[in-house]
Nanobody, 124 residues
């Protein structure tokens, strides 16, 4: 059974940094496209970043230049380095797994496996 487990969330002051991890298990994920999404209270889940197995990446405009997605295929793990955090980054962050690299890769519907999420809270 596919399992994704996020970790690394927490409370940080504005301007600070956090590094999220997502450990995948149940099968090999090295050929998957892996993504990060976030959901704030009362809002829809929104795209943050994604990476394919060639390590091509794409980002939401709101996080470009501040967040970096990476992956370690040997460890079936992806990461999200978040710098210069802002209060509006506060949300539950989810990792997800999908296939391919189409233009819809920034849509939650592109992904078929999800973790349980980790809370990130940025205080002002």
């Amino acid at each position: 059974q596919v399992q994704l487990v996020e970790s690394g969330g927490g409370l940080v002051q504005a301007g600070g940094s956090l590094r999220l991890s997502c450990a995948a298990s149940g099968r090999t994920f090295s050929s998957d496209t892996m993504g990060w999404f976030r959901q704030a209270p009362g809002k829809e889940r929104e795209f943050v970043a994604t990476i394919n197995w060639w390590k091509d990446t794409s980002y939401a405009d709101s996080v470009k230049g501040r967040f970096t997605i990476s992956r370690d295929n040997a460890k079936n793990t992806i990461f999200l380095q978040m710098n210069s955090l802002k209060p509006e980054d506060t949300a539950v962050y989810y990792c997800a797994t999908g296939a391919g690299w189409g233009p819809e890769r920034d849509s939650p519907h592109f992904y078929n496996g999800w973790g349980q999420g980790t809370q990130v809270t940025v205080s002002s």
